[in-house]
């Protein structure tokens, strides 16, 4: 069975940074491109950042250009978010998401499977 685990959130006052994993078994992700997306109280869940299979492309949302970094490391079967400069806004529950193909999209249609996400809290 696929499962996608995500880990490392948590409360952070703003200004500060965190980095949040996600392992993914019973699937080797680097055939596939990978996703975060957020979903903040009583707001639709968008996408924050996503990664082809190899890792060579990238796309963010706006509001998080030039503080979050998405990564991969493949051998460990893993994706990372590292968040810095964090705002209060960026308060949400994060998910990960594996694609059904190798191109990254903003779009949660293109994922087949998701964590049950890790809740990030920035504290003004």
């Known amino acids: 069975q696929v499962q996608v685990v995500e880990s490392g959130g948590g409360l952070v006052q703003t200004g500060g940074s965190l980095r949040l994993s996600c392992a993914a078994s019973?699937?080797?992700?680097?055939?596939?491109?990978m996703g975060w997306f957020r979903q903040a109280q009583g707001k639709e869940r968008e996408c924050v950042a996503a990664i082809s299979r190899g890792g060579s492309l990238t796309y963010y949302v706006d509001s998080v250009k030039g503080r979050f970094t998405i990564s991969r490391d493949n051998a460990k079967n893993m994706v990372f978010l590292q968040m810095n400069s964090l705002k209060p806004e960026d308060t949400a529950v994060y998910y990960c998401?594996?694609?059904?193909?190798?191109?990254?999209?903003?779009?949660?249609?293109?994922?087949?499977?998701w964590g049950q996400g890790t809740q990030v809290t920035v504290s003004s």
């Open positions: 019973g699937r080797t992700v680097s055939s596939y491109a």
């Open positions: 998401a594996i694609g059904r193909t190798n191109a990254p999209s903003l779009d949660p249609r293109e994922y087949d499977y």
